[in-house]
């Protein structure tokens, strides 16, 4: 790894990067399976775009190297005054994360073509058909625990990936990718609430609560309300039940409070949160969760 570029991206405040050669996926093949066995549940996106998922110059034409970044979210919960929660990622006082964490990957991409005035780059956040968990193993960052995240010995799993895809050939000492470290533990198996986690690295969507109260369509079923517990966007639970999660689980009550919600417009909807991560779910939907939960 370039110091510069490795020193510029802690100066950003990334906790960990690393550097892969564009090359197919290590965990391309599961993905296949996953796919095959339908446990992508309403997420038919997945499907498409699969030579891509396998290729990355199909990105981005004569990749060479692709960077992998960590950046960290906080331990604490964003909550309502009466006592409800939302995911830890989701940050609701700031600009949805796809946003800020690009504006610092141009930071670095302005490094990269210094080195190479004539190299071509793509920033990937969480959008574009690439295995972000994989590239990131392969980088040495850090290794895929039991309930399918990716873990830093360190620091644990709340935390963005980011990609920068450069036709740039980086230079980088050999990684080993980590073994797992997750030993007999099944703490996040044990504390899915809806059994989401059926076994060691095989989560049905179709279950998983971070799908049901932010991607799916529709409203939920009434069995899935008392299973959410505070959290009406998002869950969380596989990566509280993780030891290597040590953050303090306080919350910060900075939302409305959920009757605030239920009578929200969306003109004030998109005031407050139109440009968060509560967009993409959309007032209808949180609106939907909260009835659910309650009941």
Excluded at 19 to 47: N, Q
Aim: with cysteine; proline share 5%.
């Amino acid at each position: 790894m370039n110091a510069f570029l490795e020193k510029r991206a802690k100066e950003l405040g990334f906790i960990a990067i690393g550097v892969s050669r564009s090359s197919r996926p290590r965990h391309i093949d599961e993905l296949h399976v996953w796919l095959s066995e339908h446990k992508h549940a309403g997420m038919s996106w997945l499907e498409r775009n699969l030579d891509i998922r396998e290729d990355p110059t199909r990105l981005l034409t004569g990749c060479r190297s692709i960077i992998s970044l960590a950046y960290p979210y906080p331990p604490q919960k964003a909550g309502t005054p009466d006592g409800f929660t939302v995911a830890r990622y989701s940050q609701p006082d700031k600009r949805d994360y796809h946003d800020r964490i690009k504006d610092l990957c141009r930071e670095l991409v302005r490094m990269i073509q210094k080195m190479d005035r004539n190299s071509r780059t793509r920033i990937c956040v969480d959008s574009a058909p690439i295995l972000e968990r994989s590239f990131a193993y392969t980088a040495g960052i850090g290794f895929i625990g039991k309930n399918n995240m990716l873990i830093i010995p360190d620091h644990g799993s709340y935390f963005f990936l980011a990609e920068i895809l450069s036709t740039n050939p980086i230079e980088s000492l050999p990684v080993t990718a980590m073994d797992n470290l997750c030993g007999s533990c099944t703490r996040c198996i044990d504390a899915c609430p809806t059994g989401a986690l059926e076994r060691p690295f095989l989560m049905d969507a179709a279950k998983c609560l971070s799908y049901l109260t932010i991607e799916y369509g529709g409203d939920l079923d009434g069995s899935y309300g008392g299973k959410m517990g505070d959290c009406f966007f998002g869950c969380d639970v596989c990566q509280e039940a993780c030891p290597f999660n040590k953050g303090e689980a306080s919350i910060n009550s900075s939302l409305p409070t959920t009757d605030e919600f239920l009578s929200m417009d969306d003109r004030v909807f998109k005031e407050a949160f139109g440009k968060t991560a509560f967009a993409r779910a959309g007032l209808g939907k949180l609106k939907s969760n909260i009835l659910a939960m309650r009941g």
